[in-house]
């Protein structure tokens, strides 16, 4: 969602990794930088790094390089910037809406009136339509079919509410009346919902036996490290074995077994804590310590106020008060928040095989997870990032191998726990010089296990208190990680990181950061960006594997791209020098297709929106070290100069980045999908006219949006409550999504 909820401040660690010695890895250094200097030519399969990674890899040598694929070329005519209250795609290609907010799975439940008296969100689409998979099924819709591009299944995350036009008359302060919470709490959670070609184009089927929701109610097993853990005891699970639903659920994932992974974002929002610190152990303890790094400081509010909404169960949960007499915690809701804040794992095509929570893959406030070019009897690597200011990149490796018969498996939840449970994680450290590390969150790593700023139980508390973890071992802090995506032919990692007002020049305090080499922009953009500096557009990411292994443990980087308006300082701002058919915002939503290897970006922006709205755009990635590596020179208050070396990929051209889609007015664009024959894309339209108050929610003429009622979808007309939707994208003439020629990499 916009801003907000995801620009916390919370990690005031005083870790600044740029400022350490490495000393020892000097010699690697110069090695590595001789390489980034040709890994362009990597694709082609000349560099080898194999060696570089020094001592702690344990990788093999690397495996031949990918075939080079034919070469795609983009085939649209860019969009061009809006601020039309309309889906815009280019010419040769239609844009029609799926599935919206409150739209019934079965046929029980009536048909969205769009007026606020809607009930029964259980049975309906949720809101904040947000990451999604596509997972095929066969003709006759009664198995999985990886190839299957008729018929599949569409889960989606329901990441937020904008709540007032839920209901007739906006919300109720609190204390929230029971009726009202009853609609908010089950319209977060995840659809799927079965889409079918009917006369050749996609419907959501209603009352499709497959179609169901998952809900901050729904039952969730844990797994992992912390199932069973004293931190995840809880009034509703004294075992700690079982947790309650899921909320906030922003990225996604789609596992190389075909099963939907969820993100838990900023689900620590969702409860409020009392004064319960000195009955905690004081501000030092570690519940303490724990909390307040997750952003539950004593006396912090909730963002619903569903606690206050009556005395049941349900609503009794989103208060976290200590305030039971038990030491272990399970006469309250005390560690109810740490059972939130996982990647969890759901098999669409079986409603009947418990989700669970991966514990394995650490807590915090997930995005995206993105699965790593698999190798037959290697490991898996899950790349994920934690989206708060200063936040960190993170790394899943499984301790099994990779088996190719697991591609499609009789039982795909527990391929799941083979692959998901047993790991190691690990989280980024980017150095001054094009190269990185990935470092291990292990009680056994001394830095871990002497944190004098909280002391670590034991593993499952690692996981639990990941950030703290990661804190420890000096990892760095980043612009906001948010989604992240692995080219299908080179193995790189691209992370968006989207904006971070708090990156400074001279930071005046804990929770503000220095610009460094992996986030070296610090700068004002007028006119609706804030005039304080900051990274204000946001870029994107990208590694190379030091071995080009999964498990390995260095890594080299450079930035993608950007994110700024055409007409900013080339020096400073615009250093990806976009052009004004393909300058853009704040990145977030980011996804290779396998069918085509070209990269999808969406926006989720407020700093360029009095230009244009929020968009997607489709590039054609070279690869890391094909660029320049620019200084940027920075004048502090004291008269002297600053300056900071960055590493950056080949500026785009027009053959290599345009833009696809613009979206309607105050939305996000986010969550993208393809069936896999590569002719049709699933793209979420999240809050369009989010901005809303509950004075103007019953004038119509106050709405900044009234998509996609003005569409002609649902009831309202010109009128309509806007609503968050899906959209479905083909190409008039049946080709491939944005690519040109029949060249493709076909690895569905
Ligand atoms: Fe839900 Fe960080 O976007
Ligand atoms: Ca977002
Ligand atoms: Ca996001």
Known sequence: MTGKPDDENLNTSANESFNEVLDARLSRRNVLRVSVGTAGAAILGSVSLAGCGGGSDTTPAPAPAPAVPTPISLAFAAVSKSTADAVAVPVGYTATVLYALGDPLGAVTPEYMNDGTDSDFDNRAGDHHDGMEYFGLNTSGTARDVAGSQRGLLAMNHEALTDQFLHAAGTTPNPRPAVEADKEIPAHGVSIVEIRKVGGKFAYQKGSAFNRRVTPMTPIQINGPARASALMKTKFSVAGTDARGTINNCGTGYSPWGTFLTGEENWSGYFRRGDDEAVRGGAAARGNVSLARYGRAKNTASRHGWETAGADDKYARWDITQTGVSADGTDDYRNEPNTFGYMIEIDPYDKNVAIRKRTALGRFAHESAAFGKLVAGRPLAVYMGDDSRGEYIYKFVSNANWDAADSNPANRITT???????????????????????????????????????????????????????????????????????????????????????????????SQMTVDAANPRSYTDAPTAPASPGNVNGHIIRMKEGSGDAAATSFTWDVYLFGAQADADLAKVNLSALTADQDFSSPDGLWFSPKTGLCFIQTDDGAYTDVTNCMMLIGKPGAVGDGSTPTLSYSKGDGSTVTVQTHMGAKPTPDTLRR???????????????????????VNIQHPGETITKANVVDPTKYLSHWPGNAGYGPGGANARPRSATIVITRIDGGLIGADGTAVLNNY
């Not at 139980?457 to 000096?474: C, E, I, K, Y």
């Not at 613009?662 to 590569?678: A, L």
Request: net charge negative.
């Open 660 to 682: 696809f889609l613009v979206g309607p007015k105050d939305c996000e664009i986010t969550g993208i999908s393809e069936t896999p024959d590569g002719k049709t894309i699933f």
């Open 416 to 510: 799941g726990d083979k692959y998901l449970d047993n790991g190691k994680l690990y989280v980024a450290r980017y150095n001054p010089d094009g190269t990185g590390q990935w470092i291990e969150l292990s009680i056994s790593n001394i830095s871990i296990a002497n944190y004098t700023t909280y002391d670590f139980a034991d593993q499952a508390d690692v996981m639990v208190n990941a950030r703290l973890a990661a804190d420890a071992v000096g990892a760095t802090k980043m612009d906001r990680p948010e989604w992240c995506a692995v080219h299908p032919v080179t193995g790189e990692v691209y992370y968006t990181l989207t904006n971070n007002s708090n990156r400074k020049v001279e930071p005046a305090s804990s």
